[in-house]
């Protein structure tokens, strides 16, 4: 289809990205909601020795169904795959609001997260194909909003759902919104039918399930179901670098490959990678361990969890808006993956040092510093990953990406998770003993059940808390300064729509299919 001359209008873009958002913010949402009503929905349905699966069955489900979901777009079409990702996600969010016992709870949050699996690639890929990456930093701001507002909203809509209306509309609250986002996207948005040319790498899709699944089971039970030298965890870690071994041997055979290996010979893709890892290390960890000291130690009320981060994702958020500005006037970037390294190692470091006696002021100041390193990261990775490849390897360029960071955040917690566990107990016998300890309760105790202890027992707590949190951000503050490292290596190649480039050149040709595809969306 002809490019108009005036090009596509602004106003018909504006609403397809105001659909993709609302898509965005039902996936991130909806764990937030469900977080708050956990212990309401254990107290009905029982099953608390399975409660962590409510959680691990949702995350390995969206972890496993990311690259698929990238491939069968680039195979078969966006919209399509976008559109049933949704359906698949509102379908397993009523099933979960009728769920009458702890293992169908579990199994419809499997059915919710091989939709939201399809979720984030496919509001990440669309925009990758309506918008050139010259022109995308204008709307990071509006992405950036979207998990603030999922972050600091979630808890608080989770907790008055749940008081109100009952645990079960914390699900059933997801189909408005999903109704929204179906209609708008099923009415404005229009791209270019694709026809495959090859089959799906079912053998590699199959692969890559299992090397996921692996790695998140090792990363979500290692030191707390089973021991790290335990039977299983060394049968999950051999069983995961076996799949990938035949997962990498598989794609280099398959004709259509569910993630093709040429995508990482790019050096910014593979740089990408590895920084959105860091990041979604940095960002869970810091999301869930941040409350706790607050709650713990500062003496924060529960309630109000997600206005704690509020300093965190302020920052985020308005510099992430300067950012794209910034890009889509010069169409330089090479300097915010570096200015945001630089900024997540000081921000953790600071946060390392909070002790008893830091103020709630300076504990925001440290969050808003992490925050502002998350936000020179957050998008940048995204839009320089998808500048890194061909438009035809768009999905599978953004569902790698979003799987990288996925999987960086699984890693973030389990292992901030151990080293936080172990350091509270650590503390606790130092001061108390281990008779003491061992009755003191466990390490996630908030601020109404602290009230209730013995002044001896809660100081020895909250400074465990504070010498655990040490230890975790130090550990975060380690594996930031990676990405930092790999920052100065990325090649500041030009972003596609920035600018004449060269006839022929990959650049044009992207810009050129960019313009195509913002063309064909309704006015």
Do not use: C
Request: glycine fraction near 12%.
């Amino acid at each position: 289809m002809a490019v108009p001359a005036d090009g596509p209008k602004p106003r018909s873009v504006r609403v397809v990205l105001l659909a993709l958002m609302i898509a965005m913010l039902l996936a991130m949402l909806d764990n937030m909601i469900i977080g708050t009503a956990m212990p309401t929905i254990v107290g009905e349905l029982g099953g608390l020795e399975h409660l962590s699966w409510v959680v691990t069955a949702y995350t390995l489900a969206t972890a496993a169904s990311t690259p698929i979901w990238g491939k069968i777009g680039d195979m078969y079409g966006r919209k399509g795959s976008f559109l049933t990702s949704i359906v698949i996600f509102l379908i397993g969010s009523v099933l979960s609001g009728m769920a009458q016992d702890m293992g169908q709870l579990i199994g419809f949050r499997a059915i919710q997260g091989l939709g939201a699996g399809g979720l984030m690639v496919g509001v990440m890929a669309i925009i990758g194909d309506l918008i050139p990456p010259r022109e995308r930093g204008k709307y990071q701001g509006m992405m950036a909003g979207v998990m603030a507002l999922a972050m600091i909203g979630g808890p608080l809509v989770g907790g008055t759902i749940t008081d109100h209306m009952g645990w079960r509309w914390s699900f059933y609250i997801n189909l408005p919104l999903g109704a929204v986002a179906l209609a708008m996207v099923t009415a404005v948005l229009h791209l270019p039918k694709k026809k495959a040319k090859g089959k799906i790498d079912y053998l590699g899709a199959a692969l890559l399930t299992v090397a996921i699944t692996s790695t998140v089971l090792v990363t979500t039970w290692g030191g707390t179901e089973y021991a790290w030298a335990s039977a299983e965890i060394i049968g999950l870690i051999v069983t995961g670098v076996l799949s990938i071994a035949a997962f990498l041997y598989v794609e280099t055979k398959a004709a259509e490959p569910v993630m093709p290996l040429h995508i990482f010979r790019s050096r910014n893709f593979t740089l990408m990678s590895v920084i959105g890892f860091l990041v979604g290390f940095a960002m869970f960890g810091g999301v869930l361990y941040l409350p706790l000291f607050q709650q713990s130690v500062q003496g924060a009320s529960a309630t109000n969890s997600g206005l704690l981060l509020l300093p965190m994702l302020l920052s985020m958020m308005v510099i992430s808006l300067v950012a794209g500005r910034i890009t889509t006037s010069s169409g330089k970037y090479k300097m915010f993956p570096i200015l945001g390294g630089a900024l997540m190692v000081v921000g953790l470091f600071l946060l390392a040092t909070m002790d008893t006696s830091t103020s709630r002021l300076m504990s925001g100041v440290y969050m808003a510093v992490l925050g502002a390193g998350l936000g020179f990261l957050m998008q940048i990775t995204m839009l320089v990953a998808q500048n890194s490849v061909d438009m035809k390897d768009m999905g599978v360029a953004s569902s790698s990406a979003t799987l990288f960071r996925t999987l960086g955040g699984s890693f973030g917690v389990a292992l901030m998770g151990s080293l936080f566990t172990s350091q509270v107990t650590r503390t606790m016998t130092d001061r108390l003993g281990p008779e003491a300890a061992a009755k003191s309760g466990s390490a996630q105790l908030d601020a109404a059940s602290l009230a209730k202890l013995p002044e001896v027992v809660r100081d020895a707590y909250q400074h465990a808390v504070a010498a655990g949190t040490h230890s975790a951000f130090l550990l975060g503050a380690g594996i930031a300064l990676i990405g930092f490292v790999a920052a100065w290596f990325v090649k500041e190649v030009p972003l596609r729509g920035a600018g004449p480039a060269a006839a022929g050149s990959k650049d044009a040709d992207g810009a050129a299919a960019a313009a195509n595809v913002q063309a064909s969306v309704a006015h």
